[in-house]
């Protein structure tokens, strides 16, 4: 299937694969949508799977389903930046330079949370609390994933991507996990940056360059980030607390924390919208940024009024499901508008 007609499919599914009713009310879907899901057997978001391999075990190391999450944020941006499909051979180099350089932040996250991780249920079975990989073999593994994207990115793209790639990685160790994340509730907000910069890589792997389309796509990813992760924080305050780790959700009340969400989502809402003037989309992306958008913070106003846990993890599922379908609706409009 081409890639522009999986997404159009993708989009037209939204009401059916996104949106639930919980206890009489309204609830996101607590399944994302997102395009592993769609494959035969494709593996829930978040998976506990516990690896008991070597093999298996590396590859958890640099967290799969996230590295999901910032690829179909990097194809869309490169369509818009080439106002149709780049060359194949871009788009393959790109995406396995960032995954490359995402498994690599991972991996060194890991290594660097052993701790936390063994207190938290949700961490447990992670492949350096269990035992299965030694940390000095997972940071040797990481640093090789870091030097091999740097390269390939800057032979088969170019230096600015190679670089934007590098830093973020750099923001995220540095910035996000060593500094951030244990000493303040802003940790996800600041730290989120880093999780923004695929879409920079993409650009720039395109036009050589960062414009203000590419911005703001980093503002939009940028400002998503709090609420969706807020969501699954809210899940497992209990855990943040036992760890010691001052996430938002952990430290404020749930009301204080969802009351962030809407105004992040609000202004998340926003940043969607000055993307049709500030890149001159279209109709097709238009009208979803406005659906999607009124979805998300729909399901956060009624996470507000019925604060649960369970609720929360259904805003994190629709989160997913909205990134993927916005930036779809993107790659969808460029294509109506200039082809494939």
Same mark, same amino acid.
Do not use: C
């Given at each position: 299937?081409p ?8 989009s037209? &599914?939204?009401?059916l694969?996104? $949106? ?6 309204? !609830? ?11 494959a035969?057997?494709?593996?829930? #978001? ?6 008991t ?10 967290? *799969? ?10 194809? *869309? ?18 995406? =396995? ?13 890991? $290594? ?7 207190? +938290?249920?949700?961490? &447990?079975?992670?492949?350096? $609390?269990? /035992? ?60 989120? !940056? ?21 911005? =703001?796509?980093f503002?939009?990813?940028? =400002? ?18 036992a760890?010691?780790?001052? +996430? ?19 202004a998340?809402v ?13 109709i ?9 958008? /009124? ?10 009024? #019925?604060?649960?846990? &369970?609720?929360s993890?259904? $805003? ?9 379908l ?15």
């Open positions: 299937m890639f522009h007609t999986g997404f159009h499919i993708v037209g &599914q939204v009401a694969a996104t $949106v639930e009713t919980y206890d009489g009310g309204m !609830a996101v879907g607590a399944r994302p949508l997102v395009p592993s899901r769609l035969p057997g494709g593996v829930a #978001h978040a998976s506990r799977s516990v690896p391999t070597r093999v298996a075990g590396f590859i958890a190391l640099t967290k *799969p389903r996230i590295i999901e999450l910032l690829l179909i944020t990097t194809i *869309p941006t490169m369509v818009l930046a080439e106002l149709g499909w780049p060359a194949t051979s871009l788009v393959l180099v790109t995406l =396995l330079g960032g995954t490359l350089a995402a498994g690599g932040a991972n991996a060194i996250n890991m $290594v660097i949370d052993r701790d936390i991780d063994a207190l +938290m249920a949700r961490t &447990q079975g992670r492949p350096l $609390v269990t /035992g299965l990989i030694k940390p000095r073999e997972a940071l040797v593994f990481a640093l090789t994933l870091e030097a091999v994207a740097f390269a390939v990115l800057w032979a088969g793209a170019n230096l600015l991507s190679a670089v934007l790639a590098l830093s973020a990685t750099l923001f995220y160790v540095f910035v996000y996990t060593l500094w951030l994340k244990r000493t303040s509730t802003q940790n996800i907000v600041i730290g989120g !940056a880093a999780g923004a910069v695929p879409v920079l890589v993409g650009w720039s792997a395109v036009s050589g360059d960062v414009s203000w389309s590419a911005g =703001l796509l503002v939009v990813i940028f =400002l998503w980030t709090p609420p969706h992760f807020w969501a699954l924080a809210i899940r497992h305050a209990d855990e943040y607390r760890a010691g780790v001052p +996430m938002m959700p952990s430290v404020v009340t749930i009301d204080v924390a969802v009351r962030k969400m809407i105004a992040y989502t609000v998340l926003a940043a969607t919208l000055a993307m049709i003037p500030v890149a001159h989309m279209g097709t992306y238009g009208v979803s940024a406005v659906v999607l958008g /009124g979805l998300f913070l729909w399901g956060t106003i009624d996470l507000a009024k #019925h604060p649960t846990p &369970q609720r993890m259904r $805003v994190f599922g629709y989160s997913i499901s909205y990134i993927t916005l930036f779809g609706a993107l790659t969808v409009d460029v294509f109506i508008r200039h082809g494939f």
